[in-house]
């Protein structure tokens, strides 16, 4: 009733299939995964993940179908599929970057319910933020793709004209976060630590500060005051930072990608 089709089993279609797994919420035998070079999903195959190259019998044996390949090879992967779709049966869920709902539905000439989802490459160890939105779904479609993707993660729903903006936030957001740790440890290594220990250190400082905030519910700047002693090194720092404009080059930087997206 529920097994899941993934079509493209590359970094992110694996990732939510071994995602699933860990979860123990989907059995081996729920999943199948399809791929050109099946060999490459040898593992998931010895751990009883059923892997084909054949999209029409995955779709044929699975209800929720998560589309993964590279968003060019979407419309192949839709007229493929589409004639073996049962609308009342199977719902599609699409991971392609600016895929639209729209499009989904005009290309498959079917009102099926589609949904568009964004997570980030988090989604590998199951700490993926993944924003959803959808076309054509009913309240219980909705909470079973809501619930699956938060078995990898955070998972919430938006609306679609936000998918861009979550793209750029959640899934570019990521590769923000990782240069902003790899300055950390530059930092970090010209003032006394190996590579290693430097890295360890700016990760978990990382991680911890993310926790806090999430735990505790403040404001970012809530933490900050905690930490920065009057006339202390904290803020000596966090002030030369900002005149050379830390946060002003942050926003730049995710308005560029958004515009770019945009375009
Ligand atoms: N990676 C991310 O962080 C991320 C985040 C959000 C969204 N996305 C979106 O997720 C999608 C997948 O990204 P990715 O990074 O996982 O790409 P990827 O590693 O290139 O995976 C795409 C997979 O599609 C397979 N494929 C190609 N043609 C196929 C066909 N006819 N039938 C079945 N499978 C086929 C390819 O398999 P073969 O090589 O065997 O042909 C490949 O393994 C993209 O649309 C991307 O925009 C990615």
Redesign the pocket.
């Given at each position: 009733m529920n097994k899941i089709a993934i079509?493209?089993?590359?970094?992110?279609?694996?990732?939510i299939a071994k995602g699933l797994l860990v979860s123990k919420n989907y059995q081996p035998a729920d999943i199948i995964i399809?791929?050109?070079?099946?060999e490459?999903l040898k593992d998931l195959k010895e751990k009883g993940v059923n892997v084909s190259?054949d999209?029409i019998f995955a779709v044929n044996n699975a209800r929720i179908i998560i589309?993964?390949?590279?968003?060019y090879?979407?419309v192949?992967?839709l007229n493929?599929i589409g004639p073996g779709l049962k609308s009342g049966h199977h719902i599609i869920a699409?991971?392609?970057?600016?895929?639209t709902t729209d499009f989904i539905i005009k290309t498959l000439e079917q009102e099926i319910p589609v949904f568009r989802v964004?997570?980030?490459?988090a989604?590998e160890i199951q700490e993926s933020i993944t924003c959803i939105c959808s076309r054509n779904a009913n309240f219980a479609d909705r909470e079973q793709i809501k619930n699956l993707f938060s078995l990898l993660g955070e998972a919430i729903v938006i609306n679609e004209e936000l998918m861009e903006a979550a793209?750029v936030l959640g899934?570019c957001g990521?590769a923000f976060v990782f240069r902003f740790i790899r300055a950390m440890m530059q930092a970090g290594i010209e003032i006394g630590f190996d590579a290693i220990t430097a890295s360890k250190i700016a990760e978990q400082t990382v991680k911890g500060a993310a926790e806090l905030l999430q735990k505790g519910g403040k404001h970012p700047e809530e933490e900050i005051d905690k930490v920065t002693t009057p006339k202390g090194c904290t803020i000596s720092g966090l002030n030369e930072m900002e005149h050379r404009g830390f946060s002003s080059s942050l926003i730049k930087g995710i308005l560029n990608s958004f515009h770019k997206i945009e375009k």
């Open positions: 079509i493209g089993g590359g970094n992110l279609g694996t990732a399809t791929r050109n070079k099946i490459r190259r999209n589309i993964a390949v590279k968003p090879k979407v192949d992967i493929e699409s991971v392609a970057t600016g895929i964004m997570p980030n490459t989604i793209t899934a990521i």
